[in-house]
């Protein structure tokens, strides 16, 4: 029996164009949730838990209070998990819920320039999506901005129109001044490994050390991340971009939406750095090009030509009052807090710039003892706990989980040379590693806010960081050694005081007590002052007797 | 018999057993010195071993240098050694000196063997370890063992027309050596308190076999030829090598020393008459330098037409020869020639090859032909 074929009908251009669609972002998105993060069950929910995390902590900041942020994680009956973000922040204005949680890329945060959590505007309302996606269930959204009213509602997104969609809108009267997210979600798993949000939130309490988290997991177990601090880290200021940071596109974005009057003034006002000089300057390295003009009437040639004189020009480096470090102060009480180490260092970086123009800075430590490294997996050895070495990166005081391989961070660590700290291997030491990045702009390698891009000067600023603080551990570690070394010494000593104190008192007579008293007196003296001397003459007498027992071997000379 | 015997004064013995053990106790009160002082206690012992050692030409001697290593208690690499150096010491003076008794190296191993106090550590793990520590003090003490009343392993027989007496603590034996039958007497490890009574002997042959021995004995060659006959077994042992310097330097008796044609047998001749260099620090009571070599040497070989029963040396031989080459005390013309002629020929001989000839040649011919021309080397 012949086969029946099937053949795909070969479609006309007009049937084609019935089927050309547009996709939405939302739709987008729906369908690459790893671009986002969301890779693997454990790792999604620990994003979730981020996303709304930072919301929360920015939400704080902004209103100059210490934030106070509880984190519930339940499981439910279905096998799925429920969880709720609750903070003490600004709150969210009514007519702003719908942009906050139901339309992605959308948000206060994107065109400015500030030192920030987040990012790009996908975060919160694409846990929404996420949410929607896994269980078909809407968010429910609860705030207040302090007026004495409190909102509630039911969130979900349109996803075809990229828009929210609210049910069971209520507002009620009552004192509550911030928000709270409950969430639920499928497809998610949740444990105390690294992956998981209980280290997340770990972290991020170091790197925040004014914040108090509440965590309740779904045994029930509460565990509080205390402050360190009642010190708010400054907020940053607005800056204005720095000329070097300028692209031909930028510059023509920037045209069109510009208020100046005359390209000269845009110029002036809206860039860092730019004096009636600089730009007398750079008007003499473009010929053709009128700076008296309207900015909107500037052609794409022209902004090229700017651009290319803005490179050849000499330029203040930018300010740098954008960026805000956590600070060395404030990482010592943190990290001390938290990690009670026997040694800390911690090293701040002056301000830098990459990419010729945006301003950064580096912060790094190194913890060692106590209870530094890795807490997630902790071996014995002889029943004493080892912590296992870990590094802990951070951009904009965000904890990053995944995708170390790629990171600037990791980059960093890998080219060091720790033997020459006598860290050689320290990720079998109690030891952590702290690295911030912070800047106006973070060079992340994907939209899912995972890695810092692997910038070289970004590296370089990280790796002498790094190598600062190992200089001081490795003295630490030095003299820990020396002292152990002191102390099997004096162990060594007191093991033959007793019997030579024995052999003299049979010898002369004298008490055997009161001689080893005395030898143990000069005992605790001698092995605190360095023996250097010793090892020299050492050396040679071994080498003299070993020698000579040589030649009594090959002559036969030994006794029987 | 002739009598050349010199006394040895009983109470000058004692002393030397006394004088030894007022040194010990004077070292140890020098340490208590330094502990008072809180200085760091230290014991003063000459470097051993060839870079500290000279050859004396004049007093043909091999001797230590002046290198002084100080071993200090509170020193990491020398605490054990020096806590081992004096658990000999308190040994020595209280089991052995005071107590009139001797003891070998492996009693005092045992009896200063066990685990520190409150520790998993033994003050001497092995006997090497306690063997070095006695070297150590008696070159401190500059003195040698069989003073400390130590005593190493016998070996070695002769015989002779001599008659000595010996003792065992307080008792004394007379010994004939003249009359000790086919076995000869064994050599004691510690010959300090044998003392010379009638000697009729005019000279001492030593061999370093057995056998050669056996056969001396057996032909009655040191009857017919009035000398003593000794065999040191290969290396001679200290008692051994003593007893031949008391012979030599009290009675004044001429030492012929007889050996293998090759390099191992010299050098057991150039041992017992220069002393070693591991053992430079008793070169002064252990060697001889008087002793002549008689034979036999690679020239005995051509000359008494022994080519027939010659063996090829080894790898092992060469290289001893070419490292004696360079010793000092080798230096001289007629050994330079002999050493030569081996390197060159490669071919060693035992004594026995005069067998080859007959039973009796050696003592008959071979043995009186040489000493009746005095044709020795040096």
């Not at chain 1, 030095?478 to 104190?501: C, D, P, V």
């Not at chain 2, 001893?320 to 060159?344: C, D, G, P, S, T």
């Amino acid at each position: 029996m012949a086969k029946k074929s099937v053949v795909e009908p070969v479609l006309s251009a007009e049937q084609l164009s019935k089927e050309f669609k547009e996709y939405s972002i939302a739709e987008f998105f729906k369908r690459n949730r790893q671009m986002l993060g969301y890779t693997g069950k454990l790792r999604s929910l620990t994003t979730v838990v981020h996303e709304f995390v930072c919301n929360s902590l920015d939400a704080c900041e902004d209103n100059g209070v210490l934030p106070e942020l509880l984190v519930e994680i339940k499981e439910l009956a279905n096998g799925h998990f429920w969880i709720a973000v609750e903070d003490n922040g600004t709150g969210i204005p009514k007519k702003n819920v719908g942009q906050a949680f139901g339309k992605l890329l959308a948000g206060t945060k994107f065109m400015s320039r500030k030192q920030k959590r987040g990012q790009q505007g996908l975060g919160g309302s694409y846990c929404v999506l996420f949410s929607q996606i896994t269980t078909g269930k809407e968010t429910h959204v609860k705030t207040g901005i302090g007026d004495h009213k409190i909102y509630d509602c039911d969130i979900s997104i349109d996803v075809n129109k990229n828009e929210p969609v609210m049910h069971n809108e209520a507002e009620t009267s009552g004192k509550f001044k911030g928000t709270r997210v409950e969430i639920e979600l499928a497809e998610v798993e949740y444990n105390r490994s690294t992956y998981g949000a209980f280290e997340y939130l770990r972290r991020t309490a170091l790197a925040n050390p004014h914040t108090q988290i509440t965590l309740i997991e779904p045994n029930q177990e509460i565990t509080v991340f205390p402050r360190a601090t009642t010190k708010i880290p400054a907020r940053p200021k607005e800056s204005l971009p720095h000329p070097l940071g300028l692209t031909t596109s930028d510059l023509m974005d920037m045209v069109g939406k510009s208020d100046a009057r005359k390209i000269s003034s845009m110029l002036q006002n809206e860039f860092s750095r730019v004096s009636a000089d600089k730009v007398k300057e750079l008007s003499i390295m473009c010929p053709g090009v009128d700076f008296e003009r309207a900015p909107k009437y500037l052609q794409w040639a022209e902004a090229e030509k700017i651009v290319l004189a803005v490179h050849k020009v000499k330029w203040i480096a930018p300010e740098t009052d954008s960026i805000i470090p956590i600070g060395k102060d404030q990482l010592e009480k943190s990290l001390k807090n938290l990690l009670q180490p026997e040694d800390l260092r911690i090293v701040e970086r002056p301000p830098k710039v990459f990419r010729g123009g945006i301003p950064f800075s580096v912060e790094a430590a190194i913890a060692y003892g106590g209870k530094a490294g890795a807490s997630g997996s902790q071996s014995t050895e002889n029943g004493v706990i080892m912590g296992k070495g870990e590094g802990l990166r951070f951009a904009n005081r965000v904890p990053l989980l995944f995708d170390a391989g790629a990171d600037a961070i990791t980059e960093a660590i890998k080219t060091i040379d720790w033997a020459r700290y006598d860290l050689k291997n320290w990720e079998e030491m109690p030891v952590t590693m702290f690295v911030n990045f912070t800047s106006v702009f973070v060079p992340y390698t994907g939209a899912g806010k995972l890695a810092i891009a692997q910038e070289e000067e970004i590296v370089a600023e990280i790796r002498y960081a790094l190598m600062e603080c190992a200089r001081g551990v490795a003295t630490f570690i030095h003299n820990l050694k020396r002292a152990e070394e002191q102390e099997q010494r004096r162990t060594l000593f007191f093991r033959y005081i007793g019997e030579i104190s024995q052999a003299l008192s049979e010898i002369t007579g004298k008490e055997q007590l009161v001689l080893e008293t005395k030898l143990r007196k000069i005992a605790e003296k001698r092995t605190a002052i360095a023996e250097a001397s010793d090892e020299k003459e050492l050396e040679e007498l071994e080498k003299l007797e070993k020698a000579a027992q040589k030649e009594m071997k090959d002559s036969g000379e030994e006794d029987e | 018999m002739a009598e050349k015997a010199k006394k040895y004064d009983k109470q000058a013995l004692k002393e030397s057993r006394e004088e030894i053990a007022k040194k010990i106790y004077d070292l140890s009160m020098q340490l208590l010195g330094q502990i008072d002082k809180e200085d760091n206690p230290s014991i003063a012992i000459p470097v051993r071993g060839s870079r500290n050692v000279e050859f004396d030409k004049e007093s043909k001697k091999i001797v230590l240098g002046e290198k002084i290593a100080h071993r200090y208690l509170f020193n990491v690499g020398h605490a054990r050694k020096f806590m081992q150096t004096m658990l000999v010491a308190s040994y020595v003076k209280k089991d052995l000196l005071d107590q009139n008794l001797t003891a070998t190296l492996r009693d005092l191993y045992y009896a200063k063997k066990r685990t520190i106090a409150g520790t998993k550590e033994e003050t001497i793990d092995e006997q090497k370890e306690s063997d070095l520590a006695i070297v150590d003090f008696e070159v401190a003490l500059d003195t040698f063992r069989e003073k400390l009343h130590l005593r190493a392993e016998p070996k070695g027989r002769i015989a002779g027309d001599m008659i000595v007496t010996d003792r065992v603590r307080e008792k004394v034996d007379t010994i004939d050596l003249s009359h000790m039958g086919s076995g000869g007497w064994a050599v004691p490890s510690i010959v300090e308190q044998i003392e010379f009574k009638d000697v009729g002997a005019e000279y001492v042959l030593v061999a370093e076999k057995n056998a050669l021995f056996d056969r001396l004995n057996e032909d009655e060659y040191w009857k017919k030829n009035k000398c003593m006959i000794m065999s040191t077994a290969g290396q001679a042992a200290r008692g051994a090598r003593r007893f031949l310097q008391r012979l030599n330097d009290e009675l004044k008796l001429p030492v012929y020393i007889l050996t293998d044609a090759d390099p191992y047998g010299w050098y057991i001749y150039s041992t017992m008459k220069y002393g070693s260099m591991a053992l430079a620090h008793e070169s002064d009571r252990l060697g001889c330098p008087n002793a002549h070599f008689i034979g036999m040497s690679i020239s005995d070989i051509e000359h008494y037409d022994l080519r027939s029963v010659t063996i090829k040396a080894k790898d092992v031989d060469i290289k001893r020869a070419e490292e004696m080459k360079e010793y000092e005390w080798f230096k001289q013309k007629e050994w330079q020639v002999e050493i030569n002629k081996f390197l060159e020929k490669k071919i060693k001989a035992e004594i026995q090859a005069l067998s080859s000839k007959s039973l009796q040649y050696v003592s008959k011919v071979y043995l009186p032909e040489k000493i009746k021309s005095q044709d020795f080397l040096p």
